[in-house]
């Protein structure tokens, strides 16, 4: 399949490129396998697990309503949810399920880029990608990944950059 075989992740190009990331959009590669864990990606890559960013979404509560959150997490560590909940202004955040995913993405999981969804959605960014002078994220597919910065996701996003981070996950690192 080439980078614009998928609707996913034709959809992620466009939208790098219109934020004016033309070189992130060039640079998505479609990988042989899927990469749904960031182990995966980071060895199909070739950079350290802790500059994959993770796409975590999740479904937090306040009150009554029900939201999508996005963490943007270093593959480095684990997210941890009362600092999510804390940081999105939730009384609850949990991992959400494929359907409330795709619904909000318009992507699966494993795949989900950090734009092309339908509506904007709510966006942390982990700080503990500023380490790192490239980070990739998904493009979309659970094949595909692109190139870009810390700095770059929060302004593509429109997300804040935060300390997302649980406990180290040294399974990975």
């Known amino acids: 399949m080439s980078s614009l075989d998928h609707p996913a ?6 939208a790098l490129r219109e934020a004016g990331l033309t070189a992130a959009a060039d640079g998505i590669r479609v990988l042989a396998d899927d990469v749904r864990t960031a182990a995966a990606a980071a060895e199909a890559v070739g950079v350290p697990v802790g500059a994959i960013a993770n796409s975590l979404v999740f479904r937090a509560t306040e009150g009554d309503r029900v939201f999508p959150l996005l963490a943007l997490t270093s593959g480095a560590h684990r997210a941890d ?13 949990g991992r959400a399920d494929p359907a409330f995913v795709r619904e909000h993405t318009g992507q699966a999981i494993g795949g989900v880029a950090p734009v092309g969804h339908p509506r904007p959605v709510r ?19 659970p094949k595909a990944v692109f190139p870009t ?17 649980g406990e180290e996950d040294n399974s990975v690192v």
Do not use: N, P, Q
């Open 9 to 14: 992740i034709s959809k992620t190009a466009a």
């Open 81 to 93: 949810t009362d600092a999510l909940a804390r940081l999105a202004g939730a009384s609850a955040v």
């Open 123 to 141: 966006t942390l960014v982990d700080t503990a990608l500023a380490r790192y002078e490239v980070v990739w994220a998904a493009a979309g597919h």
């Open 149 to 165: 910065t810390f700095a770059d996701l929060v302004e593509l996003t429109g997300g804040v950059a935060a300390d997302v981070a």
